[in-house]
């Protein structure tokens, strides 16, 4: 079967560095995604990998190694604001998207 | 610019009543989908549309029904409500189906069955 394995639960204190990991077993891969989510609101895109590598974004990267099925999203000088599930999404090769089912940050003053 | 709008935002239903679930994207998107998000589990894909007039099953398609009578309007129904579709609906749009399509969102709709 498909799947996509992200933590359930991280704590992060503002300021600091964290990577959320996202490991997947899908039929076929057609790229990665992230979203965010704040809480009671729409998942919102924040980045796309397809390509083996790292992609930056302002305070926001994310990684892909498809070899290893193993994809990460770092977030830098972490802000209050931050503080939402992130998605892990892979689009499989019937370009169907298999999400995770999300990683709750939690950010600390 | 409203993006994508969904309609009812919360509701209650008793078991066995229907109801229809409405979405509305005023971007020109030729995909539009309808998902459910249940706690702990991801998002998944009840049904999909590639264009005006189609639809298609997704992941967990049973106990509902959709059209897309109208480009910019997808609308899923529920016809013999079960307390098993308690669930948080969202609809989105994209583009097109391959590539770095970005799905945009509504706002979700919170459905409880009684």
């Known amino acids: 079967g498909q799947n996509i394995d992200q933590p359930t639960e991280m704590t992060a204190t503002e300021g600091a560095i964290v990577q959320i990991n996202c490991t997947y077993q899908?039929?076929?891969?057609?790229?990665l995604f992230w979203y965010q989510q704040h809480a009671g609101e729409a998942p919102t895109f924040l980045s796309y990998?397809?390509l083996d590598g790292l992609e930056e974004k302002g305070r926001f990267s994310s990684f892909l190694s498809r070899s290893k099925g193993y994809s990460y999203l770092l977030l830098k000088e972490l802000q209050m604001k931050d503080s939402a599930s992130y998605l892990c999404?892979?689009?499989?090769?019937?370009?169907?998207?298999?999400w995770g089912a999300g990683t709750k940050l939690i950010i600390k003053p | 610019n409203a993006g994508v709008t969904q309609t009812p935002k919360f509701r209650v239903l008793k078991t066995g009543q229907s109801m229809t679930l409405l979405c509305a994207q005023d971007?020109?998107?030729?995909?539009m989908y309808w998902y459910r998000q249940d706690p702990g589990m991801g998002l998944r894909l009840i049904h999909y549309?590639?264009?005006?007039?189609?639809?298609a099953k997704g992941e967990v398609p049973d106990g509902y029904n959709v059209s897309r009578l109208k480009k910019q309007n997808f609308l899923l129904g529920l016809e013999s409500a079960a307390p098993s579709q308690t669930s948080v609906y969202f609809c989105?749009?994209?583009?097109?189906?391959?590539?770095?399509?970005?799905?945009?969102f509504g706002a979700g709709s919170r459905l409880t069955v009684l």
């Open positions: 989105a749009s994209s583009l097109q189906g391959s590539g770095a399509n970005v799905l945009t």
């Open positions: 971007m020109n998107h030729e995909y």
């Open positions: 549309s590639v264009g005006e007039g189609t639809t």
């Open positions: 899908t039929s076929g891969f057609n790229g």
């Open positions: 990998n397809v």
């Open positions: 999404a892979v689009k499989d090769s019937n370009y169907q998207l298999i």
